[in-house]
């Protein structure tokens, strides 16, 4: 039987949540790959934690699972694939690439069954936590995939970066419940941000209001972990970017209409950062907050 931990693990993308996944898999044992389209955040990283510049994709065919950590699934295919739908580089037959990414899930399935015709196999575990979790290894991981062998490969990489994995289903299964997740919540946060600018301007304050929704039925994990800190406290460094947190929703919003019914807070929640996003651009998503507060 090959021995697959082994191999090296490559690692695709290095940014504010990349960096410590990749680094957390370092620390499991294995030897880690690592690339980013920017040389020199590649060189950086490798450096930090431990890891192996690999500054062209090439360098990743030995490596049995590469994991991606990308903003888009359109980024993910473009990454591994040509116009024409054809591997980039001559990995090897089997390899498991691992879609951490918040991606698409029709985009995903697409992906997959690209890299499949050309012998390889892909995995979609997308992350849940922010970027605390993310250096902790803490992070939750919604794992979909159509070969067992392939998830058997991807889960003792993955398990070095988590503290939960659930499996959810078939290829691309990972990637909607995803953006599901984020649209609650982003409906959470909207509406928790609505309550305070409401309350503000009635009188309330702000620090008394996320204490009273963290004793009562308006608690959630916004409540607890972004209003106060990042919203009342000012801090406005949750470490998720609205761009992507507005993403993850109209992914959502898509794939309600591909179900065939309507969505009308999903379409709302969309609505809301859009605006936001349009006024802010690639800011923390909680500055959302002093946008809606302005209005």
Same mark, same amino acid.
């Given at each position: ?6 191999? %090296? /693990?490559?690692? =695709? ?11 957390? =898999? *370092? ?9 980013? *389209?920017?040389?020199?955040?590649? @060189? ?13 994709? +090439? ?30 580089? @001559? ?9 951490? +990414? ?23 575990? %997308?992350?849940s936590g922010a970027r605390e979790r993310a250096i902790a290894g803490t992070l939750s991981i919604m794992l979909g995939t159509d070969d067992e062998s392939a998830a058997d490969l991807a889960v003792p990489v993955i398990e070095a970066m988590s503290s939960a994995i659930f499996r959810t289903g078939k290829l691309g299964t990972g990637h909607a419940m995803k953006a599901l997740n984020n649209f609650v919540a982003a409906a959470a946060f909207t509406a928790a941000a609505e309550a305070l600018v409401a309350g503000g301007r009635f009188g309330l ?6 204490? /009273? ?8 994990? *916004? ?7 990042? =919203? *009342?406290?000012?801090?406005?460094? +949750?470490?998720?970017?609205? %761009? ?6 109209? =992914? ?29 651009? %690639? /800011? ?12």
């Amino acid at each position: 039987m090959t021995d697959h931990t082994a191999h %090296p /693990v490559g690692f =695709i993308g290095l940014g504010v949540m990349g960096a410590p996944m990749a680094a957390n =898999i *370092v620390r499991s044992g294995r030897r880690v790959l690592v690339h980013d *389209v920017d040389a020199e955040v590649t @060189a950086r990283v490798a450096a930090d934690i431990g890891a192996v510049p690999a500054v062209e994709l +090439s360098e990743l065919t030995e490596c049995s699972v590469v994991v991606l950590m990308l903003p888009t699934s359109a980024v993910v295919r473009s990454a591994l694939l040509d116009e024409g739908g054809r591997p980039r580089v @001559a990995f090897e037959g089997g390899t498991v690439f691992v879609d951490m +990414s918040s991606s698409d899930p029709t985009e995903t399935v697409e992906t997959g069954g690209l890299l499949r015709e050309a012998g390889l196999r892909m995995v979609d575990a %997308p992350v849940s936590g922010a970027r605390e979790r993310a250096i902790a290894g803490t992070l939750s991981i919604m794992l979909g995939t159509d070969d067992e062998s392939a998830a058997d490969l991807a889960v003792p990489v993955i398990e070095a970066m988590s503290s939960a994995i659930f499996r959810t289903g078939k290829l691309g299964t990972g990637h909607a419940m995803k953006a599901l997740n984020n649209f609650v919540a982003a409906a959470a946060f909207t509406a928790a941000a609505e309550a305070l600018v409401a309350g503000g301007r009635f009188g309330l304050v702000p620090a008394v209001m996320v204490d /009273v929704l963290n004793a009562s039925t308006g608690q959630s994990f *916004v409540t607890q972990h972004v209003m106060g800190p990042h =919203i *009342v406290e000012g801090a406005y460094a +949750s470490g998720f970017a609205l %761009p992507l947190f507005t993403k993850d929703v109209r =992914i959502a919003e898509r794939l309600q209409r591909a179900m065939g019914h309507t969505s009308p807070v999903c379409d709302a929640v969309a609505a809301t950062m859009g605006d936001a996003l349009e006024a802010l651009g %690639p /800011v923390d998503h909680t500055r959302a907050h002093e946008f809606w507060s302005t209005r």
